[in-house]
């Protein structure tokens, strides 16, 4: 069973940066992707950014240059630094893993944690 264990979200001001993880068990990560995904009150769930199996990484054009994610395979954990965050950056960030290997065909969802970015 695969679960997720999200962490360091919280309330920051415009321009400050945060760091979130997300710790998998039940599956090691090197055939598989990762991605961050986040949702807004009052909008759909949307993609921030993922990582896959070879290291290679893509981003939301919202968020390019300013949040990067990285894993960790020995600790299979995925990280998303997030610097000179925007009001609009608010919401809740779930990781998601795929279904299936060399795949993007997410269905595995965190549990979300809160980013909240105001003065």
């Known amino acids: 069973q695969l679960q997720f264990v999200e962490s360091g979200g919280g309330w920051v001001q415009p321009g400050e940066s945060l760091r979130l993880s997300c710790a998998a068990s039940?599956?090691?990560?090197?055939?598989?992707?990762m991605g961050w995904f986040r949702q807004a009150p009052g909008k759909e769930r949307e993609f921030v950014a993922r990582?896959?199996?070879?290291?290679?990484?893509y981003y939301a054009d919202s968020v390019k240059g300013r949040f990067t994610i990285s894993g960790d395979n020995a600790k299979n954990t995925v990280f998303l630094q997030m610097n000179n965050l925007k009001p609009e950056d608010t919401a809740v960030y779930y990781c998601a893993a795929p279904r299936s290997t060399y795949q993007y065909d997410y269905g595995f969802w965190g549990q979300g944690t809160q980013v909240t970015v105001s003065s």
């Open positions: 039940g599956r090691t990560f090197d055939r598989y992707a």
């Open positions: 990582i896959n199996w070879g290291g290679s990484t």
